[in-house]
C-alpha cells in the first residue's frame, strides 16, 4: 500500500475507533457498565490506541528516528504548540515505550509481550492526556473522507453475496 493511502487509511481507522470509543465512554458514564459494554470498551480502547500508533509509524519515512523518539517528540511539539501549560512534558520515552507495549499488546499473543505490557487501566490514567493531544491534528487538520478503494468495494460486495 502505497504511503498516502495508508496515512489516509490509518487516519480513517483512528477517527472511527476514536469516536467509537467516546460514544462507549459516554454510555458508561451515564450508567450503563453492563459486562458486555466493558469489554466491547476496553476492546474499542486497544483498536483505537493500536490506530494510533500505526497512523503515526506511516508518517516515520525518516528510519533515523526511532519509533519511541518520534511519539516523545511528538507529545512534546504538540505541548508546546497547543500551550498545555498543566500538562507535564514526557520523560525518558516512557510514554512512547508503553504505547508502542499496548500497540504490541494488541497485535502479539506472545507471553513476552503480554508480560511487558502495562495494564491498560494503568495506561489510560498515566497517559489518556496524551493521546487526545496525539488526535488533536489528525482530527483538525486531515478532512479526509473514506477512500472506497477497489479492495473495499470488492470486500463489500462479497459480504453482500451471503
Sequence with gaps: MEITKKKSFEFNLVKQKYECFVFLQRLMILGNTTDEIKVVVYSVYLEFLSSLYEFYMAFRENNDIARDELITQEIKKLI??????????????????????????????????????????????????????LMQPPLFSWEHSTELWEDINLFADEIIKE
Excluded at 500538562?87 to 499488546?105: G, H, M, S, T, Y
Design 80 to 133: 508546546i504548540f497547543l500551550r498545555c501549560d498543566d500538562v507535564e512534558l514526557p520523560q525518558n520515552n516512557d510514554f512512547a515505550k508503553q504505547f508502542r507495549d499496548i500497540r504490541n499488546f494488541k497485535y502479539h499473543t506472545s507471553k513476552e509481550c503480554i508480560a511487558k505490557c502495562p495494564s491498560v487501566a494503568e495506561f489510560y490514567h498515566k497517559y489518556h492526556r496524551y493521546i487526545v493531544l
